[in-house]
């Protein structure tokens, strides 16, 4: 290969990475709503303990969100689940046991609708059907291609990614400070938060409602929006 200066290599590098993170997760950096001032937040892997304070401080500022639930939790926190649901936010298909869909579509498609039926029965309504998937992970994997469940809904994409799946108390501060910086930078944008990193150990995300609470003051102040899929 032709030797190309540091200068040009840097931003082929950042654009070749750029295509190839599209390619096989669920990354689309140029998507509505960049560039338009408006914010659209995804939650994934609850519902958990903490959720009623996450959905009482959406409630509080009058924002919708999509929440990604992975079924096996939605078992635990049926209630949680429901409240989201009549509260007007996107509930997303994130499957029901969260594993890794790699190879064969036929478990994921399994795993999809047991997703389904699990809300279903909690949101005690038997015609309800999620329109939007999250695969786990956001990988793109040949079985998330070939899945027809998959196939059959929206993917809930996002525009960027900074990982606070498993940011402690501790360390919080300093990614929402990265999430609000690229916010700025992008001028809005499709984010996620994980309420937790299923089905793996992590430090407690008891501080996820008063970040959300915080950069949602944040991102009125700063003339944006929420609006959703």
Known sequence: MRYMPGT????????????????????????????????????????????ERLLDVLKKHHV????????????????????????????????????????????????????????????????????????????????????HEASARRTAYLTFFIDDSSTGQGNAKRVMERIKKTLLHRHGGAIVLHEMRYPSPQPSKEWLPDAVDDLIIWAKANGMAFTQY
């Open 64 to 147: 919708k969100a999509t929440f990604c639930y992975v079924g096996a939790n939605v078992v635990k926190y049926p209630k949680t689940a429901r409240r989201a649901y009549a509260e007007g936010h996107t509930i997303s298909n994130h499957t029901q046991n969260h594993r890794r869909p790699f190879l064969l579509p036929s478990p994921l498609d399994q795993d999809i609708q047991q997703a389904d039926t699990t809300l279903r029965q909690a949101l005690d309504d038997p015609e309800f059907e999620t329109t939007f998937f999250r695969p786990p992970y956001g990988l793109k994997t040949p079985a998330v291609l070939l899945s």
């Open 8 to 51: 040009l290599r840097k931003p082929l590098y950042a654009v070749t990475i750029g295509m190839t993170l599209s390619s096989c997760t669920i990354l689309q950096p140029d998507s509505p709503p960049k560039g338009s001032g408006k914010i659209i937040l995804t939650f994934d892997d609850g519902p958990t303990p903490a959720s």
